[in-house]
């Protein structure tokens, strides 16, 4: 197994990819826009990878599925309400409600991890994060957040905790370069990383964002530190879930690093699965070779975070051609009672993948 999560250039796989995917066994794939454009096409193209991984347990199969402008289905029909205008009914059978319907789509497409909820605090930067927030403080984070990761895990759908420890405060988006927030561990745990420290028991994966701190680590990104990740996430917080990094393609990383570099750095740090989102084939190889001149200590302790998250993932048969149009008919009906947020947020490529 090749502790990677990799993207998928297109409707289908090339042949490449399949040389590739069965050779290496990347430990899972994340899905974009560019990969969904019907329904079945996009359950032949997961149920393709879980047939090329060889293995007692299913490939992580992941998504960015939060809502609002962060959604992958637009193309076939489904989108969701954002965090934020979720959060801003203040109802949580309306969340609750929002989560099932988030879950029924990805199981119908073969989708088991959802790389959601956004658990950092909303802020009035422009810095991708926009819209996507539960809210503007950590009460507010944690309740909402909790309500809907609670609700999408039930579904049976796996979670992630994003973007540890919290990049609210961000004055950048980290698509385009890296941003420097200031803080101790400590100030970090006063505010911003309150919801994940609250809600780590019940996240079976955390994401960890691209920042500089200076305080923590005067040198090395977030999700590449030792300091942040082993030091602060598992050591003193005590997390033993799977690590996610976010996308090392981002200008925050990729312009500093190459992925090969940030790859193997992210798994020195105590990362499980660094994410090459974007042109994964030219990569895989030599991030290959290198993950595997990393020594035993490093590599078994990921591997058995890996093959636990894995064991917990479900895949359920698709929906019928009628289900399906039920769903849809339900989620509009269902997407027209919650209220659309007024205003523009800034734009950002999170919201174009």
């Given at each position: 197994?090749?502790?990677?999560?990799?993207?998928?250039?297109?409707?289908?796989?090339?042949?490449r990819?399949?040389?590739?995917?069965?050779?290496?066994?990347?430990?899972?794939?994340?899905?974009?826009?560019?990969?969904?454009?019907?329904?079945?096409?996009?359950?032949?193209?997961?149920?393709?990878?879980?047939?090329?991984?060889?293995?007692?347990?299913?490939?992580?199969?992941?998504?960015?599925?939060?809502?609002?402008?962060v959604?992958?289905?637009?193309?076939?029909?489904?989108?969701?309400?954002?965090?934020?205008?979720?959060?801003?009914?203040?109802?949580?059978?309306?969340?609750?409600?929002?989560?099932?319907?988030?879950?029924?789509?990805?199981?119908?497409?073969?989708?088991?991890?959802?790389?959601?909820p956004?658990?950092?605090?909303?802020?009035?930067?422009?810095?991708?994060?926009?819209?996507?927030?539960?809210?503007?403080?950590?009460?507010?984070?944690?309740?909402?957040?909790?309500?809907?990761?609670?609700?999408?895990?039930?579904?049976?759908?796996?979670?992630?905790?994003?973007?540890?420890?919290?990049?609210?405060?961000?004055?950048?988006?980290p698509?385009?370069?890296?941003?420097?927030?200031?803080?101790?561990?400590?100030?970090?745990?006063?505010?911003?990383?309150?919801?994940?420290?609250?809600?780590?028991?019940?996240?079976?994966?955390?994401?960890?964002?691209?920042?500089?701190?200076?305080?923590i680590?005067?040198?090395?990104?977030?999700?590449?530190?030792?300091?942040?990740?082993?030091?602060?996430?598992?050591?003193?917080?005590?997390?033993?879930?799977?690590?996610?990094?976010?996308?090392?393609?981002?200008?925050?990383?990729?312009?500093?690093?190459?992925?090969?570099?940030?790859?193997?750095?992210?798994?020195?740090?105590?990362?499980?699965?660094?994410?090459i989102?974007?042109?994964?084939?030219?990569?895989?190889?030599?991030?290959?070779?290198?993950?595997?001149?990393?020594?035993?200590q490093?590599?078994?302790?990921?591997?058995?975070?890996?093959?636990?998250?894995?064991?917990?993932?479900?895949?359920?048969?698709?929906?019928?051609?009628?289900?399906?149009?039920?769903?849809?008919?339900?989620?509009?009906?269902?997407?027209?009672?919650?209220?659309?947020?007024?205003?523009a947020?800034?734009?950002?490529?999170?919201?174009?993948?």
């Open positions: 197994m090749l502790p990677i999560i990799a993207g998928i250039e297109g409707l289908v796989l090339t042949a990819e399949r040389e590739l995917f069965a050779q290496l066994q990347p430990a899972g794939y994340i899905l974009f826009t560019r990969n969904i454009a019907d329904y079945e096409l996009t359950r032949e193209l997961t149920d393709e990878l879980r047939a090329l991984t060889t293995g007692p347990d299913a490939p992580i199969i992941a998504i960015d599925q939060e809502g609002g402008r959604v992958r289905t637009a193309d076939i029909c489904v989108n969701h309400p954002s965090a934020a205008e979720l959060a801003a009914t203040g109802n949580s059978h309306l969340i609750t409600q929002a989560a099932w319907y988030n879950a029924q789509c990805l199981y119908t497409l073969g989708v088991n991890t959802n790389f959601a956004v658990l950092d605090i909303g802020s009035a930067h422009a810095n991708a994060l926009p819209s996507r927030c539960w809210g503007y403080d950590s009460q507010a984070v944690t309740t909402h957040g909790g309500v809907w990761n609670r609700a999408h895990a039930r579904a049976g759908i796996a979670t992630c905790g994003k973007h540890f420890p919290g990049m609210g405060a961000a004055e950048c988006d698509h385009f370069d890296l941003p420097v927030l200031h803080g101790t561990r400590d100030s970090f745990l006063s505010e911003a990383a309150i919801p994940f420290h609250a809600l780590m028991p019940e996240l079976p994966s955390m994401m960890i964002a691209h920042l500089l701190i200076p305080e680590d005067p040198e090395l990104p977030t999700s590449l530190s030792p300091a942040l990740v082993q030091g602060f996430l598992r050591n003193q917080l005590g997390y033993d879930g799977v690590v996610f990094t976010d996308d090392l393609c981002m200008g925050a990383i990729a312009k500093r690093y190459t992925p090969v570099q940030s790859a193997v750095l992210a798994l020195q740090a105590g990362c499980d699965l660094p994410l989102c974007h042109q994964a084939t030219e990569h895989l190889e030599a991030v290959a070779e290198a993950v595997a001149q990393l020594p035993s490093v590599l078994e302790p990921a591997f058995a975070r890996i093959e636990h998250f894995r064991m917990g993932l479900h895949t359920r048969p698709p929906m019928t051609f009628l289900q399906w149009r039920e769903y849809l008919d339900d989620l509009r009906h269902f997407n027209a009672r919650i209220p659309r947020l007024q205003g947020t800034p734009g950002s490529p999170v919201q174009d993948y």
